[in-house]
């Protein structure tokens, strides 16, 4: 295969609109163009005197494994089928949507160098009777779909709550949702159609206001000493459109789910205030709770087949159990030296595997905007994992390249770890444009790159290429929007923008050998959201770095000395 460009970022001059205003089942043949019809449009910005030139490149493999999840764990952390679509996994081997940072330092990888960090992007399927006519059906859909906001829940992803506080905090998880509900009647304006202008003003008032009341709670609780992590995460929200899956719902077939996980009653939002000498122990044993989960689910995606039909529940879920009742009970005696020992925590031990009848979804509960109502998204379904308008057979990558590069006007800084980081946009149509990138090319053909369905010569391969931002502000693992913390360089010096630093830009090469009778007959398409019904101008990819901090620091040491290392 050759190489994309060798070093700096690309930029492209899109080949066409990158996108369609309508909802359509089946992916379109419009959105397939020859790659010899594509002008050349990558740019590699020269190697100034500071230049840092090398690559390092790391072997993850191709999700052999088959850890597949429809999670977020980036963009919509806390909540699980949140992209509606299937994510292939490599590298660290616990993630989920709920997996807590102290797991993943932890977990196992599939990356031969140790590698713990996290690379997601769709998969690509290939569905030979992706051409019927669902048109009305689908219209009939949207015509009666209520679009509504979908925010990660943040009481359950709290510290232990401090006496002294807890009236306070909880007014603030009121107020957020009291935000959600006002979303929401803002969002009637658009029943039954995709207003990108509206979705965009709606999730900007939310987010502003989220990020304030957020901050206050975090405020609140640090005063307290009870200091919550990561809670910008949680700011941002997304338009839903889940009403579209009506239009699916015969697709699937008997239950097989993707990455069996266990279910546990949340424990952080069950809890009374607690005093002040018993936070601290508490807060551990919270963690502790966390990592238990984490490690269960690790087994479960590590050990499929193995020990008959009860092993998950006597090897995976019964141990489970012992472990949370004795934490349980550790928090209620800690409680219970200076407090009303909590009665009933037991209740929250037992844990079961999700084996729920396709579409039937757990209420949820609580504050901040959790809904009663179930999901209208089913867990993936039979031997292909398929999901409501995601069918078909999962093309598995031939090859996945996952590289380190450099910068071409200064040397990279190291990353911190558990930096998060997207590139792409998932919802070009129902967000707008802004952030999408285009990711298809041909291998033979690393001069271009289109936001369309590449259909290449004999002989070559489909390839997507994800480049993520090289340039970071130096303080910030995430931000509100998952971006702000980021930049992409100048796209004609490969300069990052005032006040940020140059840091390794990542770039992940994915490769399919996909029949070219397919292509041809467009029957190749990405997983995706069900408004954006598999636009190829969707496509993105997800990052959560997991490197410790000394290999990280070799990573930048080879990039900036020039070399090639891996």
């Avoid at 957020?214 to 609140?220: E, L, N, P, Q, S």
């Avoid at 994992?385 to 006007?409: A, C, F, H």
């Avoid at 913390?485 to 490969?494: I, K, M, N, R, S």
């Amino acid at each position: 295969m050759t190489a994309i460009a060798a070093v700096g970022l690309l930029t492209v001059t899109f080949v066409s609109g990158g996108g369609r205003g309508t909802a359509s089942a089946e992916a379109n043949l419009a959105d397939f163009v020859p790659i010899q019809q594509v002008p050349p449009n990558v740019v590699t910005p020269p190697p100034a005197a500071r230049a840092s030139t090398g690559v390092f490149t790391v072997d993850c493999g191709t999700n052999r494994n088959g850890k597949f999840s429809p999670d977020n764990p980036v963009a919509q952390p806390g909540i699980r089928n949140g992209a509606e679509h299937l994510h292939d996994f490599v590298g660290n081997l616990a993630i989920d949507a709920n997996t807590p940072n102290e797991a993943l330092a932890v977990a196992d990888t599939t990356c031969r160098n140790g590698d713990r960090s996290s690379y997601f992007w769709p998969v690509v399927r290939i569905d030979q009777s992706v051409r019927a006519d669902r048109d009305a059906q689908l219209a009939q859909a949207l015509s009666t779909t209520q679009p509504k906001v979908s925010c990660p829940r943040v009481a359950d992803r709290l510290p232990a709550m401090p006496t002294s506080v807890g009236s306070r905090v909880r007014s603030d998880l009121a107020a957020l949702d009291r935000q959600i509900a006002a979303a929401n009647a803002a969002m009637t304006a658009s029943r039954g159609r995709i207003d990108q202008r509206l979705n965009r003003s709606v999730i900007q008032q939310l987010r502003a206001e989220r990020a304030t009341t957020i901050k206050r709670i975090a405020t609140t609780m640090s005063r307290a000493g009870s200091r919550p992590t990561g809670l910008v995460s949680l700011v941002d929200c997304e338009i839903s459109y889940d009403g579209l899956h009506a239009a699916h719902t015969g697709d699937t077939r008997a239950a097989s789910g993707a990455n069996p996980i266990v279910r546990c009653p949340s424990v952080r939002d069950k809890l009374p205030e607690v005093p002040a000498p018993a936070v601290n122990e508490v807060n551990r044993t919270l963690d502790l709770l966390d990592r238990q989960i984490a490690e269960a689910n690790q087994r479960l995606a590590t050990s499929k087949g193995e020990g008959g039909p009860n092993f998950a529940e006597n090897a995976v879920v019964g141990p489970l159990r012992a472990k949370r009742i004795a934490a349980l009970d550790r928090i209620a005696i800690a409680i219970g030296r200076t407090a009303q020992r909590p009665a009933g925590l037991e209740a929250l031990a037992p844990c079961a595997l999700d084996t729920r009848p396709v579409g039937e979804q757990p209420a949820e509960e609580g504050d901040d905007g959790a809904t009663d109502e179930p999901s209208a998204l089913p867990e993936p379904q039979g031997p292909n994992l398929e999901l409501p308008n995601n069918t078909g057979r999962i093309v598995q990558p031939s090859k996945v390249l996952i590289e380190y590069r450099g910068n071409p006007t200064s040397t990279v800084t190291p990353m911190p770890m558990f930096l998060r980081a997207l590139t792409g946009d998932s919802k070009p149509i129902s967000r707008g444009p802004a952030n999408a990138r285009a990711t298809w090319t041909c291998s033979g053909f690393a001069d271009r790159l289109s936001d369309k369905y590449p259909i290449c010569p004999d002989g070559s391969q489909v390839l997507r290429v994800h480049d993520f931002p090289g340039c970071w502000d130096g303080q910030n693992v995430d931000s509100a929007n998952h971006r702000d913390h980021l930049a992409f360089a100048d796209p004609a010096t490969g300069a990052c923008p005032a006040d940020f630093v140059a840091i390794p830009q990542l770039r992940i090469t994915i490769s399919y050998d996909i029949p070219r009778y397919i292509q041809l007959r467009g029957q190749y398409a990405l997983d995706s959201f069900p408004e954006e019904n598999h636009n190829p101008f969707s496509d993105h990819n997800d990052f959560i770095n997991v490197n410790s901090a000394q290999q990280m620091k070799k990573i930048a040491k080879c990039i900036n000395a020039g070399r090639r290392c891996g």
